[in-house]
């Protein structure tokens, strides 16, 4: 049977809404698991029985995490934040690693596992930290603008058999201080680009964005099966 992966929605405050980036479920599909939108909500009762009833989770890109999460003052270059879905992202998170299910994180996804885990965050990295790597790239968004250098012997660097590969790239923030919990499994620019915690079934989450590259990028499709595998 497909195991069935729990996607948290991305949040439209402008129209009340939440919504999806078809790629993160085609991506799941295409890897042979079944993607459900979540709930946008901070009920614990909801999400405790949807970490009971999912195989598996994926969190998704979006507004930047509130620096509150990380014990940090917001400066003016940290964008808009949606502290209902860090509320809610926190809930579930707890849940998932008590249950020991599978949770893959995607761009806003590493930002959120490594803040609300102990870590921190550079709140805009055009001004915190100095690069000649392009890190918000224009369309298409399914083509390699740098390259990732896998860290030898971690889950990563198995699954694709590469000491280095290309990868896109879009996003402002990104990992500064790494959470104690989590080890580097890929590097770049001077950045955690990927990152996975020991002695659990799977938590891995990328930098990247795999949701817009996994139909003509291997390794990017290789993350995708690696969840839906690990769900089984």
């Given amino acids: 049977m ?9 949040y439209d405050d402008e129209k009340n809404s939440y919504w999806m980036i078809p790629g993160y479920m085609k991506g799941i599909e295409a890897a042979g698991g079944i993607p459900v939108i979540l709930p946008f909500t901070q009920d614990r009762e909801i999400l405790a029985d949807a970490v009971e009833r999912f195989d598996g989770f994926l969190f998704t890109g979006g507004q930047d995490v509130d620096p509150a999460v990380y014990g940090e003052e917001r400066m003016d270059m940290c964008g ?25 994180g995607i761009c806003r996804g590493i930002q959120f596992i490594n803040a609300a885990l102990g870590g921190t965050l550079y709140q805009d990295l055009k001004t915190q930290h100095s690069s000649s790597v392009e890190h918000t ?6 083509r390699t603008v740098h390259y990732v250098f896998t860290v030898e012997d971690t889950p990563l660097a198995k699954l694709t058999g590469a000491a280095k590969f290309g990868v896109n790239s879009y996003h402002h923030q990104a990992v500064n201080i790494l959470s104690p919990k989590l080890k580097a499994m890929a590097v770049a620019d001077g950045l955690v680009e990927a990152v996975y915690m020991e002695n659990k079934k799977f938590l891995w989450a990328v930098q990247w964005h795999p949701e817009l590259s996994f139909e003509t990028d291997e390794n990017s499709a290789a993350i995708f099966e690696a969840l839906v595998k690990a769900c089984m």
């Fill in 137 to 142: 790239m224009k369309p298409p968004y399914n």
């Fill in 2 to 10: 497909k195991p069935y992966i729990g996607v948290v929605p991305l």
């Fill in 80 to 104: 808009k934040s949606c502290p209902e879905r860090d509320a809610e992202e926190k809930i579930l998170l707890e849940i998932i690693l008590e249950k020991d299910k599978p949770l893959l």
